[in-house]
DNA sequence: GCGCCTTACGAGTCCCGTAATAATA
DNA sequence: TATTATTACGGGACTCGTAAGGCGC
């Protein structure tokens, strides 16, 4: 028997629906199905009578729901006494950019410091589009970085702001990157980041117009991409809080008549395993209620 | 964070001492271990202090102590309140040998029956050496058998009698099946089940005293080697309860000068998985209490 | 050196998600 | 036919046991 398990009946219980309940644990229908069957046989007793078109909990159900509940406000109580006063400890490694060291974060990190201070912070910058690997392999606990456009079951992701990518010439070349003729973008000569959304996003925008870019530099990390324009290497494609953030922002242009790709949405990374840990759990609930 | 944890540390906290407590989680101590480690990292804090030569409560550890003793007896109250007046419902599919049918199980049936109506019970007979592999395969949920030599992880067992393997012959032939020369073994005609631990522990002590037999019937299920020595086809070796159970009792002898096998401890099996189900639990705890 | 808690690693189980199935209106 | 709960099945994460490590007596 797990917590798992007892807040998916309350989510049953106090939807009635499978569906919306599946919805509410994040989980699949077929996968809150089980867990109730495991429940059920657990007790030895059915907790709902369902048919195809309707769920009601039986009189084992109703006390077992008295139990639930009460069961859950224990635990978080105790969660609470335990972490109050700042007690939680432990070490949290967390992965940005330096951009997002510089903007998003001090805000977030001073809240967390004052708030559990015997936690230590493990700060540690570097290429957005690496963050998700990283998480996978387990090398950090957490990460700034952009929502991925495929969604993995291991990752949960916490938009923290939306921005645009932009694209950038250098001020002093301006003229000689125009977009004035869509079709003849794929001569353009590109600085874009070696992978990651930013790069998919323009790759994909590439291809619907049908234009085949061959001059590009790769790039790791959104802040060399424009060193590398202002050097005049060319195009450059990065998330217009960077651009803002840059010291090189004076030296650098937003091209005319660019087109506009998709928003860029930013957020807080971690795997579903570290969300179970107090000090990352805090960092996320702190991190969800600036957000909102 | 599940239930297992909460009496993993339970156990710790009351013995102070991390191996002792493995062996009441049934739990190697690697895994206790890692067990409350993980709920440290849940928690956020440590609950123990441990160098190597001590064990002590933390500040936090005491506060979980009190909410872990509460969460305990809660949730038995609930099993229990749910489960009384024979509430319990569900299927429970028991293997045994048509003995056990006769002998073990009539009793232990009668009272579970008595206590849990609700349940349906599936009960088939056969071979005992092959209900370790049905357990395995799912198609059973419990069994009577002989404990098994190696012990599987998946398997718990729970001694309820035990015999011994004795060797019979035909009555009528019984002067030629003399234990005069046990180098002579060898040539003696056998009638042993197909595998299982009687046949093991044969085949064991044959080996013992250096003979290696020949001439072997193989016959699964004890019933059915009493049959065959009944008709005179050599030896048998089965639990000393089947051949007072036997119809052919009186048909058969057992062989003077036989040497002595091991005990052969009889009882009741199932999975770990299984015994989490309230209806298998029951006729466990129904089996222990009458058992010691 | 021995005892005891902890880490490393390989193996097996359990659980989830996808897709197919059943059943109802 | 559309909707909803349930089974089948394959893949992956998690936890276990064994064995090696580290520290204190």
Redesign the pocket.
Same mark, same amino acid.
């Given at each position: 028997m797990n917590h *798992?398990e007892i807040k998916n009946f309350l989510a049953v219980a106090e939807t009635l *629906?499978?569906?919306r309940a599946s919805e509410l644990c *994040?989980? %699949?229908? %077929?996968?809150l199905?089980? %867990?109730?069957? &495991?429940l059920e046989s657990e007790l030895g007793q059915a907790l709902f009578l &369902?048919?195809?078109?309707q769920?009601q909990l039986t009189l084992a159900g109703e006390k077992f729901y008295q139990y639930a509940q009460k069961a859950v406000r224990d635990w978080e109580d105790i969660c609470e006494d335990l972490g109050e006063d700042g007690e939680v400890e432990g070490v949290v490694s967390l992965y940005a950019s330096v951009t997002a060291v510089y903007s998003i974060l001090p805000d977030l990190l001073e809240a967390y410091r004052a708030l559990y201070p015997k936690v230590r912070l493990n700060l540690r910058t570097g290429a957005a589009e690496e963050s998700i690997d990283k998480l996978l392999a387990g090398d950090i606990d957490m990460a700034v970085a952009a929502l991925p456009d495929r969604q993995s079951? &291991?990752i949960d992701f916490l938009p923290l702001l939306t921005t645009h990518l932009v694209f950038v010439g250098p001020r002093a070349g301006g003229r000689e990157y125009a977009f004035s003729d869509m079709h003849e973008l794929g001569r353009l000569p590109f600085v874009l980041a070696r992978s990651g959304v930013s790069r998919s996003r323009v790759d994909q925008f590439l291809r619907g117009v049908g234009a085949h870019a061959v001059r590009i530099t790769e790039v790791s990390g959104n802040e060399g991409i424009l060193a590398m324009v202002r050097l005049g290497c060319g195009v450059g494609v990065v998330p217009e809080l960077v651009l803002e953030r840059s010291p090189f922002r004076d030296d650098l242009v937003v091209l005319d008549g660019a087109p506009q790709l998709e928003p860029y949405v930013v957020g807080l990374c971690t795997t &579903?395993?570290n969300l179970a840990r107090a000090s990352v759990a805090a960092m996320w609930q702190l991190a969800q209620e600036r957000a909102q």
């Open positions: *798992h *629906h499978f569906g *994040h989980l %699949s229908p %077929s996968a199905t089980r %867990s109730i069957q &495991r &369902r048919d195809n078109r769920v079951d &291991r &579903r395993k």
